[in-house]
Every structure is written in structure tokens, then in C-alpha cells.
T-cell receptor, first 111, second 115 residues
Framework: DQQVKQNSPSLSVQEGRISILNCDYTNSMFDYFLWYKKYPAEGPTFLISISSIKDKNEDGRFTVFLNKSAKHLSLHIVPSQPGDSAVYFCAAAYYGQNFVFGPGTRLSVLP | GAGVSQSPRYKVAKRGQDVALRCDPISGHVSLFWYQQALGQGPEFLTYFQNEAQLDKSGLPSDRFFAERPEGSVSTLKIQRTQQEDSAVYLC?????????????FGPGTRLTVT
């Protein structure tokens, strides 16, 4: 039973437009969430995080939104750039437990 | 500065062979994690070290999997009598502080193929 779901395996967006990547979770105890980005043949790199006391966190072109009642979070990238093309993983945890990762969404930003 | 390194990057093993995968974390990082990533899936937690102490090994899938970090720095993940279902990318990550809520820096992974 997947506790963290990313239901879109892939997403294509035109350069300059907004990319929205979605993540749903089932465990209501999760209270800390991360997004990681992964290029081929490299390990994942940390992108942005959010704790459950907030509903939004912004870092440059990247914004993460958390809807606790819906157990849903999303990553917005504005404007999208070709270098953003990668696999994006959502991960969730609660105190004392290790992170659970979603299966990833492959983003392609088309020039 | 140097990031997390892993060796070998690729390993092909015949079913039944033992393998050892090495992780060199970022110098001074207290915490070290091992993950298994199957094709098309996200990383799945295997085990966690704080310095040389293995605090959590709940994710190790069987007693064929063993990890150590004897001096609190380099870590080795050993898989005995490999099976085809062990084929995956094994990722190592380290973080500066103790605990799991700190930013983890990942290595490039070791791709293990069991034939």
C-alpha cells in the first residue's frame, strides 16, 4: 500500500509556462514533506521542504503548497526552464520515522 | 567540495554471489542512510546510522542484507546470496546532523544487476 502517491508518471510543459507536480499521501501522521529532483545517473538533490504548520513555502521559482485536509501537496515551478527537466520525487515523514518517497514524476520542459 | 561518493557505480552479479557496496559520505556528516530504488519507483529506506551506531534497520528486506559503518564514516552494504529481486539502484545519503529531518545529500548510486 503506497503511502505517498504521484499519480502522473510524466508531464510535459512548454518553456516559460508553469509546471505543477502533484503528490497525495494517505498517512495523516506525516508532518514534514520534501521535494527532490533527480537527473539521470545522479542521486536525488533536495529542492524544497514544507512542514505541516505551513500551507505554502516559496524559494525562487519553486513553491510548494500543502493541503492537509486533502492530504495533498503540489510543487509549482514558474517559469519552467529546460534545465528543470528531471524526475521529481515527493517524500513525507513524521517525527522519529524515516522518509517515504513517492514513485516520481518525469518532467519534460520543451523549448 | 566533495559530495557523497559510491562505488562501484555498476555491479553485475550472478545469482548466489555476495556483493559489497561502498559509500563515502560527506566528511563530518553524522547521519548516513541507505535506500533501494527499483526501476520506476522512488527510493525505499533500508537502514540509518548515526555515527557508527545503526539506529534503524527496519527497511532491510531480509537477513541477507547487512550494513556497517564501523568508524562512523565509510559505510558498506553487503548482500549475501544475491537474488534477481535484489536488482536495483542502491543509494546512499548523508546529512550533517543527527535525526532524519535534516537535508540528505545523495550519492549517485550503485546499479546492481543480478543475472
Amino acid at each position: 500500500d503506497q503511502q505517498v502517491k504521484q499519480n502522473s508518471p510524466s508531464l510535459s510543459v512548454q518553456e516559460g509556462r508553469i509546471s505543477i507536480l502533484n503528490c497525495d499521501y494517505t498517512n495523516s501522521m506525516f508532518d514534514y514533506f520534501l521535494w527532490y529532483k533527480k537527473y539521470p545517473a545522479e542521486g536525488p538533490t533536495f529542492l524544497i521542504s514544507i512542514s505541516s504548520i505551513k500551507d505554502k513555502n516559496e524559494d525562487g521559482r519553486f513553491t510548494v503548497f500543502l493541503n492537509k485536509s486533502a492530504k495533498h501537496l503540489s510543487l509549482h515551478i514558474v517559469p519552467s526552464q529546460p534545465g528543470d527537466s528531471a524526475v521529481y520525487f515527493c517524500a513525507a515523514a513524521y517525527y522519529g520515522q524515516n522518509f517515504v518517497f513517492g514513485p516520481g514524476t518525469r518532467l519534460s520542459v520543451l523549448p | 567540495g566533495a559530495g557523497v561518493s559510491q562505488s562501484p557505480r555498476y555491479k553485475v552479479a550472478k545469482r548466489g554471489q555476495d556483493v559489497a557496496l561502498r559509500c563515502d559520505p560527506i566528511s563530518g556528516h553524522v547521519s548516513l542512510f541507505w535506500y533501494q530504488q527499483a526501476l520506476g519507483q522512488g527510493p525505499e529506506f533500508l537502514t540509518y546510522f548515526q555515527n557508527e551506531a545503526q539506529l534503524d534497520k527496519s527497511g532491510l528486506p531480509s537477513d541477507r542484507f547487512f550494513a556497517e559503518r564501523p568508524e562512523g564514516s565509510v559505510s558498506t552494504l553487503k548482500i549475501q546470496r544475491t537474488q534477481q529481486e535484489d536488482s536495483a539502484v542502491y543509494l546512499c545519503a548523508s546529512s550533517l546532523s543527527a535525526g532524519v529531518f535534516n537535508e540528505q545529500y545523495f550519492g549517485p548510486g550503485t546499479r546492481l544487476t543480478v543475472t
